[in-house]
């Protein structure tokens, strides 16, 4: 779907029923929260996520996972 029609904000809203932040590709990140701060905590918490991962491949790091608990980050 084409970004600022209306089936892209259907699909989006949709997305944010399920998630608390959702990456768009060409616009960015929606975020939702209780308040504006919160949906800023998500977009900014996946900014600085974002920066390390780019960081890390940048000087060829292997990325370790130490808590080992992805799995249960399937939906927030």
């Known amino acids: ?3 600022g029609t209306p089936e892209m904000a259907n699909k989006l809203a949709a997305a944010l029923q399920s998630y608390k ?10 975020a939702i929260g209780q308040t504006l701060g919160e949906a800023f905590f998500w977009t900014s918490t996946l900014e600085e996520a974002c920066d390390i991962m780019l960081k890390a491949r940048l000087i060829d ?10 799995e249960s980050y399937n939906t927030f």
């Open 21 to 30: 932040i959702v990456m768009l590709r060409g616009h960015g990140s929606f």
């Open 1 to 3: 779907f084409a970004s």
């Open 61 to 70: 790091e292997p990325f370790i996972e130490y808590r080992k608990m992805s």
